[in-house]
């Protein structure tokens, strides 16, 4: 079957985090699948994550706030039927859908192909638009073991796990020049991200604080934060908190540009959001914390050494914990610190990926 995969379609919009973590799946495909054009559909604000990816051959774009409004603006819906057409054009021998929705599904099956894959996540109508669904298992609980699952049903035999963000010179010289511009010592400096799509997530702004100049008088770190434009009043607490100057960068950089920031940090704090599972994509010095989000799912691939959660080993295949004990506001500063001390003094100055 997989001798005739000319053409395949990976669909995986969001979110962000996601997406990162949708990359080996990308690279597993290429390696399995050498001579077939692979395509990738994505929302825009994603898209330049993956643009120019060594292992992909096209991006098609979809704006889930146009097209979401299909059903009641002409406009949309004429988005939309170009949208399918333009994949039914494309005649597509696989669709492996990563997102697992009925949204994607939908799509998946409108797409016409014949051999449509996707997983077996909450929405039990998804799995009736493929061809062959999957269910989790426990053994493959993380969802890059998950999709590199979906691809061995695919017929692809070389599985291994590889993250491939290739550094873009116009981005990472944009970056240090950011940098450079708020006084960042480039060649030690740590990255703070303390905002999240989900205030549930959300470590409290003091303790951020308070690990920044731990940062800054323990280890001699420069500290940024990074961040929406939206979280900026969020940052400018956290500065007023601290003792020591704090880079607010946020909304000041494209994703090229924040992913240049990342790949060079000495360090990276994060909740459980986009730019940290970049981070641990890039293979930095993470400490990553989590609350009700299952680190077993989705914590950094490979790295439990980078992770601060409560009942981690527990959880099982739980997309979501509903243990009052898990909420964010429990995961103390002092757990964070020590974490941050073992990845600073385990990992070294910088190594790359």
């Known amino acids: 079957m997989s001798e005739t ?56 774009l979809f704006d889930r706030k146009s097209l979401g409004r299909a059903w009641r603006h002409p406009l949309a819906l004429r988005e939309l039927i170009g949208l399918i057409s333009r994949i039914r054009r494309s005649r597509f021998d696989a669709v492996l859908d990563l997102q697992g929705l009925f949204r994607s599904a939908s799509l998946a099956w409108l797409s016409g192909c014949k051999q449509r894959f996707g997983p077996i996540w909450r929405e039990e109508l998804a799995r009736y638009f493929y061809t062959t669904a999957i269910p989790p298992r426990l053994e493959w609980a993380h969802v890059i073991d998950y999709n590199l699952k979906l691809i061995e049903a695919m017929g692809g035999t070389d599985l291994g796990v590889e993250f491939v963000l290739p550094e873009k010179p116009e981005a990472a010289a944009a970056a240090r020049d950011l ?99 970049i981070a641990a994509a890039l293979a930095r010095p993470l400490v990553m914390m989590f609350s009700w989000s299952n680190p077993l799912r989705v914590g950094p691939y490979g790295r439990p050494e980078c992770i601060v959660a409560h009942d981690m080993s527990s959880r099982g295949l739980a997309i979501k914990s509903h243990n009052p004990q898990h909420a964010i506001q429990y995961i103390t500063l002092d757990e964070v610190y020590a974490k941050v001390v073992e990845q600073l003094h385990a990992r070294g100055p910088k190594s790359r990926r």
């Open 179 to 277: 940098l450079s511009r708020h006084g960042v010592d480039l060649d030690r400096y740590a990255v703070i991200i303390p905002g999240s799509a989900q205030v549930s997530k959300c470590w409290p702004a003091e303790r951020f604080a308070a690990l920044a100049d731990r940062l800054a008088s323990d280890h001699g770190l420069t500290v940024v934060a990074t961040g929406s434009r939206g979280e900026s009043s969020m940052i400018e607490q956290i500065q007023s908190l601290a003792k020591h100057p704090i880079a607010n960068l946020a909304g000041s950089t494209s994703l090229p540009q924040l992913t240049e920031v990342l790949r060079t940090a000495s360090l990276v704090v994060s909740n459980d959001t986009g730019p940290g599972h």
């Open 5 to 60: 995969y000319e053409r395949i379609l990976l669909i995986k919009p969001s979110s962000l985090g996601d997406v990162v973590m949708a990359l080996p799946a990308l690279s597993a495909l290429r390696r399995s699948f050498p001579r077939a054009r692979i395509s990738w559909l994505i929302r825009p604000e994603f898209a330049p994550l993956i643009a120019g990816h060594p292992h992909l051959d096209e991006i098609i």
